[in-house]
């Protein structure tokens, strides 16, 4: 449950592998180093409960950082690598964060983060050192060796993607165990799907993120291995596979679109039998996505919903899936219940709020109580919600719809803009969509489709006509787009997840600078 355990009966086993370069890193070097640099926050004064901030890419020693910062009891925030300066520095400051761990591919915006918070009383940087910065390497190696007789465990920290206003952060207390004990995300995972000390895991997705943080140290706590992309590219990620005799995996829908679009010849060119587990979420999967996957790899697919505050999960298996496609699966934390506006529990099949029922909300948004109270249900306690809207059949199996801040009022009428954006990635010229609601004067909102598409194809009046009529041929009318735009590239994080408030915001005041224009011209 801890990579000390395995550092003692297999040191020479690789705990982490870097895709690309090939870098390893065995377990005697993990836990030397990540005691090592325990020793070194415990000089700091850094105690548990303290508040740590990691801003790094994907880096051999990122794992080395959160193992060495979970065994002084730290609340470790770590932050998402493609913020600007001045986004990063939001996150730190209000975190609390005494400390920062950085890179040195990502000096430009660590120095503007050093600037900006200056309660930053222990600054390290992985690689050459910026001014103001302590170099990692030579500050790490100049300490003991010894372990501390009580190694209280840390916690994560982390904040939401920001894509519907600033990030919050998601704070639990410690938990009371030791290091040793190993993370409670340990227990859960490893049962749940199976993990061992003979686990291949390719992380495919930057590790400041919840999802593939909690596998990587799942994992490692287990004695497997991880093999870490720098990013995600869909031919090299088949390539890995193979190389490394991959037998777990974790991804994202758009991901899998990505996969699919390569040529045939390409796609069947890597020997994948070892893979026995793909692992994925962060969004719901078009259905017809989903099923070319399966056809593609075999039923290992397994599919689950749930979020960085832990409030609940559902989870489902291909075989589960495909008698019930759509379905994000049933509840294996908590109980999943769907709500009215007003709070009353709906009927199996009517949409409404998703909650989750635990004994005690697990979670609450850091310095945020307007929306710590937003998430919990209005009469009962221990029913929280991360503001997602679905549906259950009679079955137990829950289908999301969408986000409710995202929820388009059209005519009076809901619609819920994953249902449209499912339907527009299928098409073959596109490469990426998002549906968003630009007011309008007859209907409230009008139902926009916002497009990325594929490097070969042209934007053209056709194009986007027939990607319509696509529309139409599956949808109800009141959901079809009224309108059509194409655009260079859609802000969407790596993880998956899409800035789409920002999106609609940019694309507004683009509306708003051409028809300023254009009357300045008449």
Not at 83 to 96: F, K, N, R, S
Not at 196 to 206: C, E, G, K, W
Not at 333 to 358: H, P
Request: proline share 6%.
């Amino acid at each position: 449950m801890f990579p000390g355990k395995h550092a003692a009966i297999a040191p020479t086993r690789p705990a982490i592998i870097m895709a690309g370069t090939g870098q390893t890193m065995t377990y005697a070097e993990l836990e030397l180093g990540s005691r090592r640099l325990a020793n070194l926050l415990r000089r700091h004064c850094l105690h548990a409960g303290d508040h740590l901030a990691v801003l790094m890419d994907n880096h051999l020693r990122y794992l080395e950082v959160v193992w060495g910062a979970l065994r002084c009891g730290l609340q470790i925030t770590t932050v998402n690598r493609y913020l600007t300066g001045p986004e990063a520095a939001y996150i730190v400051a209000d975190c609390g964060a005494t400390a920062l761990i950085t890179s040195e591919a990502m000096a430009d915006v660590a120095q503007q983060v050093s600037d900006a918070c200056p309660e930053l009383s222990l600054k390290l940087m992985v690689g050459p050192a910026a001014t103001g910065f302590s170099p990692y390497d030579a500050d790490t190696a100049a300490q003991d060796d010894s372990t501390p007789e009580v190694e209280p465990l840390g916690e994560f920290m982390l904040y939401s993607s920001g894509t519907t206003g600033v990030p919050k952060g998601i704070l639990r207390p410690l938990s009371g165990r030791s290091i040793t004990d190993g993370p409670a995300v340990v227990t859960g995972l490893g049962a749940v799907f199976g993990f061992n000390d003979r686990t291949v895991y390719l992380s495919s997705a930057p590790l400041y993120h919840a999802a593939p943080l909690g596998f990587c140290v799942a994992v490692q706590a287990l004695g497997g291995t991880v093999i870490v992309m720098d990013h995600f590219d869909a031919l090299e990620a088949l390539r890995e596979i193979e190389r490394h005799r991959v037998t777990a995996s974790q991804w994202v829908p758009t991901m899998f679109t990505r996969m699919l679009k390569l040529p045939e010849h390409e796609r069947h060119s890597f020997d994948l039998s070892t893979m026995t587990l793909a692992i994925h979420a962060a969004a719901p999967c078009p259905v017809p996505v989903k099923q070319q996957m399966i056809d593609w790899w075999g039923p290992i697919l397994v599919e689950y919903y749930g979020g960085s505050e832990g409030a609940g999960m559902t989870m489902c298996s291909s075989a589960e899936w495909l008698d019930h496609q759509g379905t994000v699966g049933r509840a294996v934390l908590g109980a999943v219940r769907i709500c009215d506006d007003t709070g009353i529990e709906v009927s199996i099949g009517q949409t409404g709020t998703v909650y989750f029922e635990q004994p005690v909300a697990p979670f609450e948004y850091h310095g945020d109580a307007d929306k710590t109270i937003a998430s919990r249900h209005p009469q009962h306690e221990g029913w929280t919600t991360m503001g997602d809207i679905g549906h259950l059949d009679g079955d137990g199996y829950l289908y999301l719809t969408d986000r409710r801040s995202f929820t388009i009022i059209s005519g009076g009428v809901n619609v819920y803009p994953q249902e449209v954006e499912n339907v527009l990635t299928t098409h073959p010229a596109v490469a990426d969509a998002a549906v968003i609601g630009f007011p309008d004067l007859d209907l409230g909102e009008a139902v926009t489709a916002v497009l990325e598409l594929e490097p070969r194809e042209d934007d053209s009046d056709e194009l986007r006509a027939e990607i319509v009529e696509l529309c139409r041929s599956r949808l109800a009318g009141y959901k079809v787009p009224r309108a059509v735009i194409v655009v260079e590239a859609l802000p969407r994080l790596p993880t998956g997840k899409l800035y789409k408030a920002a999106l609609r915001d940019r694309l507004l005041a683009d509306r708003a600078a051409s028809t300023a224009d254009a009357a300045a011209s008449a």
